[in-house]
C-alpha cells in the first residue's frame, strides 16, 4: 500500500516531463503535494507553478544575467545556482525526487537525495548512463527505490513485477525508430533541425528528440536497462516498433513473452512510478485517452537498421566498454546536439563528432562523481575543438 499524500520534491518542473508531473498533482491533489521546485530558465512558468503549487522552496538556476534578474524580481525568495537544486532534492519534507532536468545536471542532486533517504522517481536518463555504478550502488546501501519514468523501462518494470531476475532471458526495448526509419540513406546528409525534431509518436524536450532521431536514445535506454534491471548487455535487444503502442517487452526463459502498451503517454510512467505499488484510477480524469484496439489497424515490429542509426552503435559499446566512457558519450552528445540545434553542424556529423572523440577519449575505471563529470566535460571540450572540421 502507497501511503497518500505523498510529497514530491520536483527538478525540472518547466520541462516537459516536469510539465507531465504537474498534471499528474493537478489531477490527483489528494495524493500528491509539491513540496519543492526547481527550474533554470524559464522564470515566468516557474512562477506561475509556484503560484498555483505554492511549494516551501523554489530554486531557478538561472545560468543567464536576464534569467537572474527576471527570477530576482518574479521570484525573490527562489535559492539561484547550484546549491538551490541540493536543497530542493534533499528537502526534508519530500518523500520523493521527481529528477527531470535534461543532461548532466541532475547527477550531484539526485546522489544527495538518495543519501537524504528519498525514493527517486528518474526521468534523467543522463544520470544512469554516467554514473549508474555509483547511483545503484548508493540506493541499495541506503535502501532507497528507483522508479524509472523513461516509458520502456517502467515498461520493463511493469514486466517484472512479481518476476525473478533468475527467469529473465532477454528484454526488448522498443523503438518508434524516430522521423528517418525510411528516409533515404542518401537524403540523411541534408536533414534539417525541424526535420529532425518532428518525432512521429512522442513529445519530448528538444535534446531527447534529436536523441530519438539519431536513436542514440535507444543506445542511452539500453545502458539504462542495464542498470534499472542488473542484467547483462547480451540480454538486452532492441526491436523497432513505429506505433509506439508496446513500450517494451521481457521474454521469460520459458518462453512467455510479457508486454505492457497503451496509447504514446508519458502520464502513465509518471503516475506509475509516483504511485506505486499502487495505481491511480483516471477514468473520468482525461489525463489519458483510452486505448481502442479497433482503432490500431496494426502493430509493426522489425529490426533496427543498424547501419542508418551509428550513435546506436556507439553508445552500446561505450556501455560494454565501461568506465568513463558512457559519461564521454554523455558529453560528447550533448554537446554535439547542442551545435546541430543550433545550425552549426549536420545531422550526420553528430555520430561522426561523438565517434571521433570516444576514440580519443582516456577512459578512467569505476570513476567516482568527480571523475564522471570530468570525463563528460572534457568530451563537450573535445567536441568544441573538433567541430569546425565536421561542419
Ligand atoms: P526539457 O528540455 O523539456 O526540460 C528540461 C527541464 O530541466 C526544464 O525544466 C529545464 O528548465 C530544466 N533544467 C535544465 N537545466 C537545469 C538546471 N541547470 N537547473 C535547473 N533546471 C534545469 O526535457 P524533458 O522534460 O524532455 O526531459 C527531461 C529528462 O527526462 C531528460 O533527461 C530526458 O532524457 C528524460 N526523458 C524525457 C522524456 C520525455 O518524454 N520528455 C521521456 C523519457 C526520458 P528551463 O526550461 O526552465 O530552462
Ligand atoms: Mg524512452
Redesign the pocket.
Known amino acids: 500500500m502507497t501511503t497518500f499524500p505523498k510529497r514530491i520534491a520536483l527538478?525540472?518542473?518547466?520541462?516537459?516531463?516536469?510539465?507531465?508531473t504537474l498534471d499528474v498533482v493537478r489531477k490527483f491533489p489528494e495524493q500528491f503535494q509539491i513540496v519543492s521546485i526547481?527550474?533554470?530558465?524559464?522564470?515566468e512558468?516557474?512562477a506561475q507553478q509556484v503560484q498555483e503549487f505554492r511549494p516551501e522552496l523554489v530554486?531557478?538556476?538561472a545560468?543567464t544575467p536576464e534569467?537572474e534578474e527576471k527570477a530576482r524580481l518574479l521570484l525573490p525568495d527562489a535559492l539561484l545556482g547550484?546549491q538551490?537544486?541540493l536543497a530542493v532534492a534533499t528537502h526534508v519534507d519530500a518523500d520523493i525526487l521527481v529528477?527531470?532536468?535534461?543532461?548532466l545536471?541532475?547527477l550531484k542532486p539526485t546522489l544527495a537525495a538518495i543519501g537524504a533517504g528519498k525514493a527517486i522517481a528518474?526521468?534523467?536518463?543522463?544520470?544512469l548512463v554516467m554514473a549508474g555504478h555509483l547511483v545503484t550502488q548508493a540506493a541499495q546501501r541506503v535502501g532507497v527505490p528507483i522508479f524509472p519514468?523513461?516509458?520502456?523501462h517502467s515498461a520493463i518494470w511493469q514486466c517484472l513485477r512479481g518476476e525473478e531476475n533468475k527467469n529473465i532471458h532477454r528484454l526488448l526495448i522498443t523503438a518508434s525508430g524516430g522521423p528517418f526509419r525510411k528516409t533515404p540513406l542518401d537524403e540523411l546528409k541534408d536533414v534539417t533541425v525541424s526535420q529532425a525534431l518532428a518525432h512521429p509518436t512522442?513529445?519530448?524536450?528538444?535534446?531527447?528528440?534529436i536523441?530519438s532521431a539519431t536513436l542514440m536514445?535507444k543506445g542511452?535506454e539500453v545502458i539504462e536497462s542495464r542498470w534499472l534491471f542488473q542484467v547483462p548487455y547480451e540480454s538486452i535487444d532492441v526491436v523497432v516498433h513505429p506505433e509506439s503502442i508496446v513500450h517494451s517487452m521481457v521474454e521469460m526463459v520459458d518462453g512467455s513473452i510479457k508486454m505492457q502498451a497503451s496509447l504514446p503517454s508519458?502520464h502513465i510512467?509518471i503516475m506509475n512510478a509516483l504511485s506505486y505499488p499502487d495505481r491511480l484510477d483516471v477514468s473520468g480524469s482525461h489525463l489519458i485517452r483510452e486505448l481502442r484496439w479497433s482503432e490500431v489497424a496494426s502493430l509493426h515490429f522489425e529490426d533496427l537498421d543498424l547501419p542508418r542509426f551509428p550513435c546506436f552503435r556507439l553508445a552500446v559499446e561505450a556501455g560494454k566498454r565501461g568506465g568513463t566512457y558512457p559519461c564521454a558519450l554523455v558529453g560528447a552528445d550533448e554537446e554535439a546536439v547542442d551545435l546541430f540545434l543550433h545550425g552549426h553542424i549536420s545531422y550526420l556529423a553528430i555520430a561522426e563528432l561523438i565517434e571521433a572523440v570516444l576514440e580519443r577519449h582516456q577512459s578512467v575505471d569505476q570513476p567516482d562523481v568527480a571523475a564522471t563529470l570530468d570525463a563528460c566535460a572534457s568530451a563537450r571540450r573535445t567536441v568544441r575543438e573538433l567541430w569546425k572540421k565536421y561542419a
Open positions: 527538478l525540472g518542473s518547466t520541462g516537459s516531463i516536469g510539465r507531465q526547481a527550474a533554470r530558465s524559464n522564470v512558468l516557474l530554486a531557478c538556476y545560468d534569467s547550484d538551490g537544486l529528477a527531470a532536468t535534461s543532461g545536471v541532475g528518474l526521468a534523467n536518463k543522463e544520470t519514468i523513461d516509458s520502456e512522442w513529445h519530448m524536450g528538444p535534446k531527447i528528440t536523441d536514445n542511452l508519458m510512467p
